[in-house]
C-alpha cells in the first residue's frame, strides 16, 4: 500500500477510489463477522453526506474514520486503526482532525455505537469528550449491546 498523498502521520480526505484501502484497514481491526468490504465503502462514499479520513504514517495507510452528515448533525459510521498502530495516537489523531471539519461544516453533535466489550474504543471516545446517550441491545453480530455515545461539536470562535 503505497503512492498515498501522505508523509508522517498525515490525515486526507479520501473518496470512493479508496474503498480497497478501507477494507484492508477495516478487515485488519474488525472480527470477522463484523467486517466491511470494499463494496460497501464504495456505496457509502456514493452516498450524500458520507466521507471520509484517511490517517497515514509515512505513507502507509494506517487508519480511517468514515462519518455521515446530515443538516447539522453527523454519525461516525466506523472508525478502523491497523492493530499494529493502535494506541499511538492515530484514532486521538483522526477524531481531532474529523471534530475540525465537523466544525466547519457547522455541525453541532456527533453521534456513534461502539460494542460494550470494545473497552480501548470506549476509552478513546470518552477521552474526545463523547458521552453515553444509551444503549442498543444485542446491536453486533455476536449479540453484544452498542453504547450510543454522542458529543457536541463547540463552534471554532
Same mark, same amino acid.
Given at each position: 500500500m503505497t503512492d498515498f498523498p501522505c508523509e508522517r502521520l498525515s490525515i486526507t480526505e479520501v473518496g470512493e477510489a479508496f474503498s480497497s484501502v478501507l477494507e484492508v484497514l477495516h478487515e485488519r481491526a474488525f472480527p470477522v463477522k463484523e467486517r466491511w468490504n470494499a463494496e460497501v465503502f464504495e456505496n457509502l462514499?456514493?452516498?450524500?453526506?458520507?466521507? $471520509?479520513?484517511? *490517517?497515514?504514517?509515512?505513507?502507509? #495507510? /494506517? @487508519?480511517? /474514520?468514515?462519518?455521515?452528515? =446530515?443538516?447539522?448533525?453527523?454519525?461516525?459510521?466506523?472508525?478502523?486503526?491497523? #492493530? *499494529? %498502530?493502535?494506541?499511538? @495516537? =492515530?484514532?486521538?489523531?483522526?477524531?481531532?482532525?474529523?471534530?475540525? =471539519?465537523?466544525?466547519?461544516?457547522?455541525?453541532?453533535? !456527533? %453521534?456513534?455505537? !461502539?460494542?460494550?466489550?470494545?473497552?480501548? $474504543?470506549? *476509552?478513546?471516545? =470518552?477521552?474526545? @469528550?463523547? !458521552?453515553?446517550? @444509551?444503549l442498543r441491545r444485542r446491536y453486533y453480530p455476536d449479540g453484544s449491546d452498542a453504547e450510543v455515545m454522542a458529543a457536541e461539536i463547540t463552534p471554532t470562535l
Open positions: 462514499l456514493r452516498s450524500s453526506g458520507v466521507s $471520509a479520513l484517511l *490517517a497515514c504514517h509515512d505513507e502507509m #495507510p /494506517v @487508519g480511517f /474514520v468514515l462519518v455521515r452528515s =446530515v443538516l447539522d448533525e453527523a454519525e461516525i459510521l466506523t472508525l478502523a486503526v491497523d #492493530p *499494529a %498502530f493502535q494506541r499511538r @495516537g =492515530v484514532g486521538r489523531a483522526l477524531l481531532g482532525k474529523l471534530f475540525h =471539519v465537523l466544525r466547519e461544516q457547522e455541525i453541532i453533535r !456527533v %453521534f456513534l455505537e !461502539v460494542s460494550v466489550r470494545n473497552e480501548a $474504543a470506549r *476509552a478513546l471516545y =470518552v477521552a474526545a @469528550g463523547l !458521552v453515553t446517550m @444509551g
